[in-house]
């Protein structure tokens, strides 16, 4: 969980942590911040992350975000 909690600090999100949820449903991230992760996660792996993992439900918790990355970036 930590390489998450680097990605939010990263986009300058250190307000965000890994015992938050519904981090989209409650607005505390939007789709700028999603966006910004994406490109985070993107250099992080060398590797662009497939449009198919980029919806609403991966983006929900340091634990949705872990799950989608272990299928994405096989």
């Known amino acids: 969980m930590q390489q998450i ?3 939010f600090n990263k986009i300058d999100r250190t307000d965000i942590n890994e015992n938050m949820s519904n981090l989209l449903s ?3 991230i939007d789709s700028i911040d999603i966006m910004a992760l994406v490109a985070e996660i993107e250099k992080y792996y060398k590797k662009p992350l497939k449009a198919d993992f ?3 439900e991966n983006f929900e918790s340091f634990k949705d975000i872990k799950a989608m990355l272990e299928i994405a970036m096989r």
């Open 54 to 56: 980029i919806k609403a």
């Open 26 to 28: 409650e607005d505390i």
């Open 5 to 7: 909690q680097d990605f």
